[in-house]
């Protein structure tokens, strides 16, 4: 709590340091420590016992839009679900957007906190399970609201149209893409400029960073699937075997990262999941990987993508398998993200 009080606090006076000159931040920063502890510090409660799953932030967006609405901004709700915009125009100039994830998790909270959530919730399986803000999406979308009222408060000091946007299902990386395929951007305007933030506990209390480069990395999900030759165990030569072919694939995707991306450039292919086989001596026909891939820029994770695709399907060329059965890549489009990489002239 104190952390989220000092960060919600450092975030709100440094959006507003961007745009304003010293003096007027001076008595910003002042208004943004009086905005938490008479309204902010008890709305930030209320939603972090109130929290919701993914898809399913239906009363968090409708209390997030009520409390927009009610300082003046102009509501678009229901956008790829539990969506929503929030516009305020104030006269000429650039669109700005401020985005906050609004979705929880199914974690039980064991913080032992005075207000700690006790929430339930049915999840996608119509399983009861326990929900909490362990992502601090509560710290993400209360700042929203307090960004909302310094800003309707002080539009002699700025010119332009803000943007506030709520956005659903970030845990299952899937919000934003249902939001543009519902027609977002028709609906209200595209922003010329976009910021967000998220919480961490991994910087000292009140401080805020900002890289010039990616700010967080891409991740994509890929499944190899490796076809073999079944034969006795006893008899491996009669066979093409998936478990000698895919271990030789894992070792190959080893020197992706450290032999063909640059040395200061940080990326990873991590195999999670290797299956194969039913028997002790049985060699099977099939064997299947699942990788998780970190990438820091579109160039690298491009270059990480291909290098999997080649080291997978050059080794079954290696193991003697014909054309049709080489090993097959699938990258999951539905589940990747690509890097967030910041506008180094904003920053
Ligand atoms: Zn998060």
Redesign the pocket.
Known sequence: MKNYKVLTQAVLVTLFVLATPASIAASLSDDVRSLYDTKLKDLFVHFHQNPELSFKEDKTAKRLGDELEALGYTLHRGIGGTGLVALLENGPGPTVMFRA?MDGLPVEEKSGLPYASEATQLDWDGNRVPVMHA???DVHITSLVGTAKLMADRKEQWSGTLMLLGQPA??RVAGARVMMEDGLWDRVGQPDFAMAF?VTSALPTGSIAAPPTAAYSGADTVDIMIKGIGAHGASPHTGVDPIVLGSQIVMGLQTVVSRNLAPRRPGVITVGSFHSGTKHNIISDAAKLQLTVRSESPEDRQLLLEGIERVAVNMGRVAGLPDDMLPVVIVNQGEGVPPTVNDAAFV
């Open positions: 994830d992502c601090g999406h970030e845990e998220h």
